[in-house]
Every structure is written in structure tokens, then in C-alpha cells.
């Protein structure tokens, strides 16, 4: 069993920057990877980035690329999720995931994660 707490969600301007942060608890090992999903209102949940539980890959929604960081510090159980740049339609509840593997190979989409948080809301006002 894995407990996600995310933080660090706000309002913004346009341009502006936020780190999301998702910490991990209840258990033993760190071999998980770390998904940010986000869902907008009256959208449907989409996948923003990944990474591995070593941290040595990365994957990042099209839509995101060259504006947002995925970051992880096992020793602290936690995942960031640096963002730059930030427009309005980045506005939404934020969802960290994990993915319990040892396996290089990860996935976008929100079915191969079973565990999540509660969520951190993020405006970006125009």
C-alpha cells in the first residue's frame, strides 16, 4: 500500500512558475514510478508526465515539454513536478500516481497506476 500527499498547488499568472510535490509513504521499497496527471473541469483526467523509480527517465506530455520538470529524491520519498511558463490551460487538479515496477517501461495512461493522491488545484489566471 502506497499513500500519495500532493502539494504546492496555487494560483498563478500567466508566465508564472509552481513546483508540485507528491510525497510517498507505507512502503518499504522506492522501486515505484511516479506519474502527474491532471484533470481540468468538465475535461477528462490527462497524463502530464513520468518517471521512473530511478529516475534515470522521464516522459512528458506533449503539451508540457520544454515547460515542466519531473524530479525525484528517494531518500525523501518524493517527486516534484517543476512548472514554467504556465498558461491557462494548465489550470486544473493535479494528481501524483505510482506504479509499483522494477521495469524500465512506463505508461501514460492513468489505468497502470494504481495508487493516487488526493489531488493539489492549480489556476493560472489569464
Known amino acids: 500500500q502506497v499513500q500519495l500527499t500532493e502539494s504546492g498547488g496555487g494560483l498563478v499568472q500567466t508566465g508564472g512558475s509552481l513546483r508540485l510535490s507528491c510525497a510517498a509513504s507505507g512502503h518499504a521499497s522506492n522501486k515505484y514510478h511516479m506519474g502527474w496527471f491532471r484533470q481540468a473541469p468538465g475535461k477528462e483526467r490527462e497524463f502530464v508526465a513520468v518517471i521512473t523509480w530511478s529516475g534515470n527517465k522521464t516522459v512528458f506530455a506533449d503539451s508540457v515539454k520544454g515547460r515542466f520538470a519531473i524530479s525525484r529524491d528517494n531518500a525523501k520519498n518524493t517527486v516534484y513536478l517543476q512548472m514554467n511558463g504556465l498558461k491557462p490551460e494548465d489550470t486544473g487538479a493535479y494528481y501524483c500516481?505510482?506504479?509499483?515496477?522494477?521495469?524500465?517501461?512506463?505508461?501514460?495512461?492513468?489505468?497502470?497506476?494504481?495508487?493516487w493522491g488526493q489531488g493539489t488545484r492549480v489556476t493560472v489566471s489569464s
Open positions: 500516481a505510482a506504479r509499483l515496477t522494477s521495469s524500465a517501461i512506463v505508461f501514460t495512461v492513468s489505468e497502470r497506476y494504481r495508487y
